[in-house]
């Protein structure tokens, strides 16, 4: 039993069982990473790459910044660095590493 429940298995947290604790285990369990990415310049380039990088599984939010050219991806547990990368390519642009 959670940290929620009462010896006598009644929720002490008030939870009406809609899941909103598990909830927040996932969001604890987020990690976010920040990858150097080349070829970057508009905003064009910015909204390309956020919808590539935003539709692989297991990522959370995507913000780029095209100054410092730098992706920072949020992510539910570790990150797929492979479809990270993939998803950038056929973005048409490069990642070159982690930041």
Same mark, same amino acid.
């Given at each position: 039993? =959670?940290?929620?429940? $009462?010896? +006598?298995?009644?929720?002490?947290? =008030?939870? +009406?069982?809609?899941?909103?604790?598990?909830?927040?285990?996932?969001?604890?369990?987020?990690?976010?990473?920040?990858? $150097?990415?080349?070829?970057?310049?508009? !905003?064009?380039?910015?909204?390309?790459?956020?919808?590539?990088?935003?539709?692989? %599984? !297991?990522?959370?939010?995507?913000?780029?910044?095209?100054?410092?050219?730098?992706?920072?991806?949020?992510? =539910?547990?570790? %990150? +797929? +660095?492979?479809?990270?990368?993939?998803?950038?390519?056929?973005?048409?642009?490069?990642? $070159?590493?982690?930041?």
């Amino acid at each position: 039993m =959670g940290s929620c429940c $009462t010896p +006598d298995h009644s929720c002490s947290t =008030g939870n +009406d069982g809609t899941g909103a604790g598990a909830t927040a285990v996932a969001i604890a369990e987020t990690t976010t990473t920040t990858y $150097t990415v080349s070829g970057m310049t508009c !905003g064009h380039c910015k909204s390309a790459i956020t919808r590539s990088v935003g539709a692989v %599984p !297991g990522v959370l939010s995507v913000d780029v910044d095209l100054t410092a050219g730098t992706v920072t991806v949020t992510t =539910g547990g570790a %990150p +797929d +660095d492979a479809a990270v990368a993939a998803a950038v390519d056929d973005a048409g642009y490069e990642l $070159t590493g982690r930041a």
